[in-house]
Structures are given as C-alpha cells and as structure tokens.
C-alpha cells in the first residue's frame, strides 16, 4: 500500500507559476512510475506528466514546455511545476503511483488559474 498527499495547489492568475508535491510513504526509487493526473469539472481524468524509475519522463502535448515533473528520492516526493498557467489548466491535479500492478492515487489538490 503507498500513501500519497499532495500539496500546493491554489489559486493563481493566468500566466502565474505553481508548484505541486507529492509526498509519498514508500521509497519512491521502488515505485515503477509516478504521475500527475488532471481532472476538470465535467471531463475525464487525463495524464498530465509520468516520471519512470529510471527517470525518463513525458508530458502531455497540452502542458509541453510549461509542465516539468521531477523527483527527490532521498525525499520520496515528486514535483510537478507548472509555470504560464492558463484558464484551461484549472482542474483537481491527482499524483499517481504506479507499483506493478497496482494503481495509488492522492486525495488531488485544487488548482485554479484565474484573473
């Protein structure tokens, strides 16, 4: 079982920067992906960026160049920085552990970029 507890979400106007943690309760160099999903009101879940164990990462065409996911083992946290927010970026963002085959998700932290 991983618990995970995202942090730093908010409220922040358009063109504004964020940036969210997920801390999680397993040594995260263990877990074979971490990830950050979106959710906006009234659509479905997507993947926002995936980090794997050996580092590689990628990131929805939508956030390229904006959106950069990283980690701290020595923390078990990943990060997702998002700078040059937009309107459409508001959603609940949920960080994702992937430890095959098993699937852990965070209780999403609220982000709203607004003017």
């Known amino acids: 079982q991983v618990q995970l507890v995202e942090s730093g979400g908010g409220l922040v106007q358009p063109g504004g920067s964020l940036r969210l943690s997920c801390a999680a309760s397993?040594?995260?160099?263990?877990?074979?992906?971490m990830a950050w999903y979106r959710q906006a009101p009234g659509k479905l879940r997507q993947l926002v960026a995936r980090?794997?164990?050996?580092?590689?990462?990628n990131v929805a065409i939508s956030v390229k160049g904006r959106f950069t996911i990283s980690r701290d083992n020595a923390k078990n946290t990943v990060y997702l920085q998002m700078n040059s927010l937009k309107p459409e970026d508001t959603a609940v963002y949920y960080c994702?552990?992937?430890?095959?085959?098993?699937?852990?998700w965070g209780q999403g932290t609220q982000v709203t970029v607004s003017s």
């Open positions: 994702n552990a992937f430890l095959i085959p098993y699937n852990y």
């Open positions: 397993e040594n995260i160099s263990r877990i074979d992906a």
């Open positions: 980090i794997l164990s050996g580092g590689g990462t």
